[in-house]
T-cell receptor, first 114, second 114 residues
């Protein structure tokens, strides 16, 4: 158990819908990262937040957005869903205080878009 | 830009045999390198990481990796495979200091033959 929690574990929805994925980082971690794992694109970095502020952006679509709240939990919002958005979405957290800290991954949310 | 290449999407070894999973990286600055393992239906777990210092890095579950700058490699090895090592292994690189996003390879699925 990494200490990073993600809800829900599974999500099935239809095209055009909007969903919210939630992540709670390990106690004391200030950085939260979101990654997407799909069969065709592998593991891709989406976005990073540090202490409530966006810190880095990767291959995140404009239909996707994220935020980190004062209690440091984070939410990833996916809208106008397409079949191709079906994937495993991971959240990771790290201390984020200095250098390259180890990222600890949650169990993921499996999103299926029908 | 940084990238990771994992040679061999599938590797099969006999129980008790040497495990060798290959990883080559590309980075314009000194990299930080990581190996993660993903068991079925689970998140990613850190096996080991190289930041600076000793080039031979020991990780959990008997795995180790050697950073070879001249070969831009960070291959993962284990002297004797165990059935429980069956999983998918990901090599990752980070060379953007202050931006801790990980760039992952495409993964190697390790199968252990009894």
């Amino acid at each position: 158990d990494s200490g990073v929690t993600q809800t829900p574990k599974h999500l099935i929805t239809a095209t055009g819908q909007r969903v919210t994925l939630r992540c709670s980082p390990r106690s004391g971690d200030l950085s939260v990262y979101w990654y997407q794992q799909s069969l065709d694109q592998g593991l891709q970095f989406l976005i990073q937040y540090y202490n409530g502020e966006e810190r880095a952006k990767g291959n995140i679509l404009e239909r996707f957005s994220a935020q980190q709240f004062p209690d440091l939990h984070s939410e990833l919002n996916l809208s106008s869903l397409e079949l191709g958005d079906s994937a495993l979405y991971f959240c990771a957290s790290s201390r984020g205080t200095e250098g390259i800290d180890t990222q600890y991954f949650g169990p993921g949310t499996r999103l299926t878009v029908l | 830009a940084q990238s990771v290449t994992q040679l061999g999407s599938h590797v099969s070894v006999s129980e008790g045999a040497l495990v060798l999973l290959r990883c080559n990286y590309s980075s314009s600055v000194p990299p930080y390198l990581f190996w993660y393992v993903q068991y079925p239906n689970q998140g990613l777990q850190l096996l080991l990481k190289y930041t600076t210092g000793a080039t031979l890095v020991k990780g959990i579950n008997g795995f180790e990796a050697e950073f070879k700058k001249s070969e831009t490699s960070f291959h993962l090895t284990k002297p004797s495979a165990h059935m429980s090592d069956a999983a998918e292994y990901f090599c990752a690189v980070n060379s953007n200091f202050g931006n801790e996003k990980l760039t992952f390879g495409t993964g190697t699925r390790l199968t252990i033959i009894p």
